[in-house]
């Protein structure tokens, strides 16, 4: 099997094998518009001497809608796979497509359970086939049992508003011992700075920026937090669980999939941060347990990598099967 790798710009960031053919559409200074992009891939796609077979059209609802285009431009009919990596609500709010996006997919890869109920409700015919964002499953050192934890959080991601990180410097403000909370990534620092010191926990936020390894010394931390208003996966979920660190997160992308109230983490209501003080609260004083590491590991098993890699080429078979049919 080939595979071929279409981006849209050239971001500087490899993420992918040495094995695969990459190309870029634009430059990476450029801004293009949703036609300049139809444009570019009929013009790619025209200048290939081997048509794909099936074309993966991932990341924006809107890829979908942009394959199809370009592939009328060229009056060529090649089967599309749809696999968004956000919800359709997202999608739709953020302006780079929605639902009606997947009407122009002949099959659509689900990677969560929310976005699988999302399309279900929507009333499309499109197929659908649900697969797993894999992790590589880390080597720890150490017993994470045997440490004692503190009252410390850890963050990993953007730093924008849909992730949503008022909710937990409310709650932080709002505690009855005090919670110390380590932000791991980059984004809008100076307005989440300003927000943190409206609430009046600044000086219990370590912003560490972006890291290599994100999990590095964290053994004596309690929990990874994820206080998402959405997500499309969210894979520092099984990231951090496979690490032995539990999670508390909203009902967001795997969460309600992967998270086991009191056995590997807990689930918080979205924008909920009386919910979220009263769940660090209880930790703190002992009513609610931090979940063992050995139990959040084992949690996420079938996320594994190779496992991951089973389910994408039976994924991938039965999605050209309905293609040609």
């Given at each position: 099997m080939d595979l071929r790798i279409i981006q849209l710009v050239d971001t500087g960031l490899k993420w992918w094998n040495d094995a695969c053919t990459v190309s870029s559409l634009c430059e990476?200074?450029?801004n293009p518009s949703f036609m300049d992009t139809v444009e570019a891939y009929a013009s790619y796609l025209?200048?290939?001497?081997?048509?794909?077979?099936?074309?993966?059209?991932?990341?924006?609802?809107?890829?979908i809608t942009i394959v199809r285009e370009a592939l009328k431009r060229i009056g060529e009919k090649i089967s599309i796979v749809g696999y968004?990596?956000?919800?359709?609500?997202?999608?739709?709010?953020?302006?780079v497509g929605g639902v009606l996006c997947l009407n122009d997919a002949d099959v659509v890869f689900s990677i969560s359970k929310q976005i699988d109920t999302e399309i279900q409700n929507s009333g499309l015919s499109v197929k659908t086939i649900r697969v797993n964002n894999g992790i590589t499953f880390p080597e720890v050192s150490g017993n994470r049992d045997a440490v004692l934890k503190e009252r410390k959080l850890l963050y990993?991601?953007?730093?924008?508003?849909?992730?949503n990180l008022s909710v937990v410097f409310r709650a932080m403000a709002n505690t009855k011992d005090e919670w110390f909370l380590r932000i791991?990534?980059?984004?809008?620092?100076?307005?989440?700075k300003e927000e943190a010191l409206s609430f009046g926990v600044l000086d219990h936020v370590e912003f560490c920026g972006f890291k290599q390894n994100p999990y590095e010394n964290t053994e004596e931390f309690s929990f990874c937090i994820i206080p998402s208003n959405y997500e499309g996966f969210c894979l520092v979920i099984p990231e951090a669980l496979s690490r032995g660190i539990p999670v508390i997160s909203t009902p967001v992308g795997c969460a309600t999939e992967v998270i086991r109230p009191g056995e590997n983490g807990y689930l918080v209501n979205v924008d909920d941060s009386e919910m979220l003080t009263q769940?660090?609260?209880?930790?703190?004083?002992?009513?609610?347990?931090?979940?063992?590491a050995e139990i959040c590991r084992a949690s996420v098993l079938n996320y594994e990598?190779?496992?991951?890699?089973?389910?994408?080429h039976e994924a991938i078979l039965e999605a050209i099967k309905i293609c040609g049919e």
């Open positions: 990476a200074e450029m025209k200048s290939v001497p081997i048509k794909p077979d099936v074309i993966l059209a991932t990341g924006w609802p809107v890829t968004p990596h956000m919800t359709l609500q997202e999608g739709e709010k953020t302006g990993i991601g953007r730093l924008v508003d849909g992730k791991v990534g980059q984004g809008e620092l100076e307005k989440t769940i660090l609260d209880y930790v703190s004083d002992g009513s609610l347990p931090v979940p063992k990598i190779e496992h991951a890699f089973e389910k994408w």
